[in-house]
């Protein structure tokens, strides 16, 4: 009878056994397909992220692109217009220097005529004023020279003499004028400069 009990009691077992196993099985397969789920869920994902990454790659090369034609473009209207500023580059000073160039002619047509040399003379200084202001307008100013001190970045000396009236080093003659434009020297002015009073 106790046997028979045992028996049960076994088949009992087994039978919770197999329950549980089919249980364990079945939650198994749950977490499976939940993995599996989640694993498509992540190739979706990245294929949208993938998708979104290459529209945003197509649409920064295109702008790369667009950029690298507008700075081509830039670079050949700079050179276009430096080429030009420097074929027209005089051309506002020589709008200014017409004018002194019509006057010239007329002071020789009337030098010609009438033979006046204090009217030619005046005409001339006046003509000679008008080219001065000319310059000065665009920048151009006469070096100082006589009384200053010898500097050789604005004047070339051309003689060393003796001098009691200038101390050494002193520039006593301007024999060629020196000009600047704004702050560069365009031609420096040729000077004869001091040695000082000699020796005794």
Known sequence: MEGVRNR???????????EEALAEETKSTD???????????????MQQELEVARS?????????LRLA?????YKKRVLKERESLIKYGAQG?????????DNFERAIESGNKSRDL???????EMIFKQMSDAL??????????????FDPNIHEAVMHVNSEEYPENAVIEELQK???LHDRVIRPAMVTVSKGAGEE
């Open 8 to 18: 049960k009691s076994r088949e009992k077992q087994i039978e919770g056994s197999g």
């Open 31 to 45: 977490e499976e397909t939940e993995e599996t789920q989640e694993a498509d869920e992540d190739i979706v994902r």
């Open 56 to 64: 945003e790659n197509e649409i920064a090369a295109d702008m790369m």
């Open 69 to 73: 034609a507008e700075m081509d473009n």
């Open 93 to 101: 000073l020589l709008q200014e220097l017409l004018p002194i160039l």
């Open 118 to 124: 204090d009217s030619f003379l005046e005409g001339v």
């Open 136 to 149: 000065e307008r665009k920048g151009v100013s006469k070096i100082d020279a006589v009384g200053e001190i």
């Open 178 to 180: 020196g000009y600047m």
